[in-house]
């Protein structure tokens, strides 16, 4: 129920007669668990959906090259969509999973429909890779707002929406494919490196980029006020300070699933059930909060005030009318 993770999108193509020593850990059909991941679940969904609305509403201006103070809005706007759509396939999910349970008996596995829980699964990997890239597209922006470069708004959609479908066609394709005869440690390879690449590319990428981009923020103010006073210093340390909290809570909301991955392939065939169970406990909290988290980081633009034709007019007559009506130059 947590994020695209490998090891449950596993548990679509298991049955009770093909379930492995490793696979014992999966029975985590606990309604605590189920309970917490769907109110994680679902308060994500509401905060990445009051986001998206906020940024929605904020103005979107035509050229976005000019426009840097913007540029971001448009950026976190497409991260809160992606966030949003993750949310939602975690809560469709996370509730099959616990409508699942069979309530009559003590059995522990009650397996959903495979061909709905592949799909959901595939959902939830696609948006939450997305998620990733356009987080790490927000680091690249904010490095080329610094270096005065353009904002290269198709390349950004290529790399974000199209790189998350390409690694997930990879990956999946090879775990639910039928009758390929790999090797389970094979099938599994080909869609942990496709789930764990993006995640972990942002997880180091964002500092150094970010560090870049503050080196050549002090070069710009200087060169444009040619100085570099308490003020000028004052406002890097703030962007500094904001940028450390934006990749920190990154890391609180998706080091754990490093670890995990980390963990599952180095004690494959003796795996610690007891410390993987309370790690995922804590992934089904903190993955989904990424978008209440991402609330209070990034700024939401003031929104838009719509004004009718008359009331500007009425406001242009006013300034004309309290402009001086010069009769004679000042100077003389």
């Known amino acids: 129920m947590v994020m695209a993770d490998p090891s449950l999108q596993s548990l679509c193509c298991l049955t009770t007669s093909n379930r492995s020593q490793q696979y014992h850990l999966l029975e985590l059909h606990q309604s605590a668990y189920y309970g917490l991941s769907l109110a994680s679940a679902i308060v994500g969904f509401l905060g990445s959906v009051y986001q998206l609305n906020l940024r929605y509403a904020a103005p979107f201006p035509r050229y976005q090259y000019f426009n840097v103070g913007l540029r971001g809005n448009n950026?976190?706007?497409?991260?809160?969509?992606?966030?949003?759509?993750?949310?939602?396939?975690?809560?469709?999910?996370?509730?099959?999973?616990?409508?699942?349970?069979?309530?009559?008996?003590?059995?522990?596995?009650?397996?959903?429909?495979?061909?709905?829980?592949?799909?959901?699964?595939?959902?939830?990997?696609f948006s939450y890779t997305s998620s990733h890239l356009w987080t790490l597209v927000y680091a690249v922006d904010v490095r080329r707002i610094t270096f005065d470069q353009p904002f290269a708004a198709p390349v950004y959609h290529f790399s974000a929406w199209g790189g998350a479908i390409i690694l997930c066609i990879v990956g999946l394709t090879m775990l639910y494919f039928p009758g390929n005869g790999y090797d389970t440690f094979v099938k599994l390879l080909p869609n942990h490196v496709a789930t764990y690449l993006p995640l972990v590319l942002t997880c180091l990428a964002c500092p150094f980029l970010f560090m870049s981009a503050f080196r050549q923020a002090e070069i710009s103010l200087t060169r444009r006020y040619a100085r570099y006073t308490t003020t000028e210093r004052r406002l890097v340390e703030s962007l500094k300070?904001?940028?450390?909290?934006?990749?920190?809570?990154?890391?609180?909301?998706?080091?754990?699933?490093?670890?995990?991955?980390?963990?599952?392939?180095?004690?494959?065939?003796?795996?610690?059930?007891?410390?993987?169970?309370?790690?995922?406990?804590?992934?089904?909290?903190?993955?989904?909060?990424?978008?209440?988290?991402?609330?209070?980081?990034?700024?939401?633009?003031?929104?838009?005030?719509?004004?009718?034709?008359?009331?500007?007019?009425?406001?242009?007559?006013?300034?004309r009318k309290t402009e001086p009506q010069e009769e004679t130059p000042l100077l003389l």
């Open 75 to 125: 950026v976190l706007f497409w991260l809160a969509l992606a966030d949003t759509f993750a949310a939602f396939g975690l809560i469709i999910r996370s509730t099959g999973w616990f409508l699942s349970q069979d309530w009559s008996s003590h059995a522990m596995f009650t397996p959903l429909n495979p061909t709905f829980c592949a799909i959901i699964s595939g959902w939830i990997q």
């Open 241 to 319: 300070l904001k940028f450390i909290l934006i990749v920190s809570v990154f890391y609180l909301c998706w080091m754990p699933n490093i670890v995990n991955g980390l963990v599952l392939w180095i004690s494959w065939y003796k795996l610690p059930v007891t410390w993987v169970l309370a790690n995922w406990y804590l992934m089904a909290l903190l993955n989904p909060l990424q978008g209440v988290f991402n609330i209070m980081l990034y700024r939401i633009p003031k929104r838009r005030q719509p004004r009718s034709q008359l009331r500007g007019w009425f406001a242009s007559v006013q300034i």
